[in-house]
């Protein structure tokens, strides 16, 4: 294994934050996995995940069996776990432009476009390198101005060339679901399976920038866009939702991080006989299928379903209790599915999106993510 220290632009006189990077295998082979936790950094689950991880990565490689390289950020947001208001850990937006970690990642397609002019050829792998040269090229180029663009600038350049892209998170109180590109749908949902999975939610686009989609996007637009020369989707990636924030127990973790180095194994990225598959829990739905019920008015939650239930259309979700004026308002869902997370206040605010239910049928359209 060896380690990087990665320093942090200085946000302000004293303050110096640094990012570790732990790499395993060899990168001569230009194989490459990218693993990351914590990117919104109150997510605590995922950084417990990533040591387990790490010491199985770290067993792996000392024998010998990582096919390619794999990277690991066991902690991938500094700035986000530093903003501890008074108790409370702050850690999914910048506190200084109140910019989500996760959104506004670059966009590649745009850029390559114009710099891929002439470049591509017949030959796919030939044309993967030249994309991921001049992907990287383009994150060269992207002058950040602030610390926290610094570190988003890092970590796309870290995952752009990398054949898989793991961004572990979690939700408030959820299963274990997932995020992934549309066109990613077969190998994710093998990943689904090996983890227990109950929702796997697809998009193309789902707005503003997420990290996992600035990786895995522009090869499936430039395939469009250029029909003439072949080029695969060269990079599966995916956000995993590792359940709630207060599920942070090593019997889960060691579970999740097991499930993650079986599913590299059946993508080859790492060596030796993967165990048995487990029975699937979910079928793949589109992100656009997602209900998120919002509270009508401002009130205490009561929910009377939990995560992993499966919702009837029609069926009574929680009521919203008015402590003021004594009304007691009921959140119905409108479609069908598994309800898979669920806020963890029960205080609602008017218009807050209190519950998600993986509907099969797409409805909505637009930005697609909350903030
Ligand atoms: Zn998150």
């Given at each position: 294994m060896r380690i990087e220290h990665h320093a942090l632009p200085s946000p302000s006189t004293g303050v110096q934050r640094t990012l570790r990077v732990l790499h395993f295998g060899t990168a001569t082979s230009g194989r490459k996995v990218y693993i990351q936790a914590s990117l919104h950094a109150d997510e605590i689950p995922a950084m417990l995940v990533a040591q387990h991880l790490r010491e199985q990565l770290q067993q792996l490689d000392a024998a010998g069996l990582i096919a390619g390289e794999i990277v690991l950020v066991p902690m991938a947001n500094p700035i986000g776990l530093a903003q501890d208001i008074q108790g409370t850990l702050f850690g999914r937006f910048d506190l200084a432009t109140g910019v989500n970690f996760n959104r506004l990642y670059k966009h590649l397609t745009p850029p390559l476009l114009a710099r891929l002019q002439g470049k591509l050829g017949a030959d796919a792998a030939a044309n993967v390198a030249t994309i991921r040269?001049?992907?990287?090229?383009?994150?060269?180029d992207w002058e950040a101005q602030t610390e926290t663009e610094a570190l988003k600038k890092l970590l796309q350049t870290l995952?752009?060339?990398?054949?898989?892209?793991?961004d572990l998170h979690c939700d408030n109180e959820a299963v274990l679901h997932l995020y992934t590109g549309t066109p990613l749908a077969e190998p994710v949902m093998q990943l689904a399976t090996r983890m227990g999975a109950e929702a796997v939610l697809l998009a193309k686009v789902s707005g503003d920038d997420p990290f996992d989609e600035s990786l895995s996007r522009h090869w499936w637009e430039l395939a469009e866009q250029l029909p003439g020369h072949p080029i695969p989707n060269a990079c599966v990636s995916v956000t995993v939702e590792l359940r709630g924030e207060h599920q942070v127990e090593d019997g889960l973790a060691r579970q999740d991080a097991a499930a993650l180095v079986a599913w590299l194994q059946d993508q080859g990225h790492v060596a030796g006989p993967a165990p048995a598959m487990p029975a699937a829990r979910c079928e793949a739905t589109p992100l656009e299928g997602v209900e998120p019920l919002a509270a009508p008015h401002a009130g205490l939650?009561?929910?009377?379903k939990a995560p992993g239930d499966a919702v009837q259309a029609g069926e009574l979700v929680a009521e919203i209790v008015d402590p003021l004026s004594d009304q007691r308002s009921e959140l119905r869902a409108t479609v069908s599915g598994v309800l898979f997370a669920r806020v963890a206040r029960r205080y609602a605010s008017r218009g807050m999106r209190v519950a998600k239910i993986a509907g099969a049928k797409a409805f909505r359209s637009g930005k697609l993510l909350s903030m």
């Open positions: 040269r001049e992907g990287l090229a383009v994150l060269a995952a752009t060339d990398a054949d898989i892209v793991l939650i009561v929910f009377s």
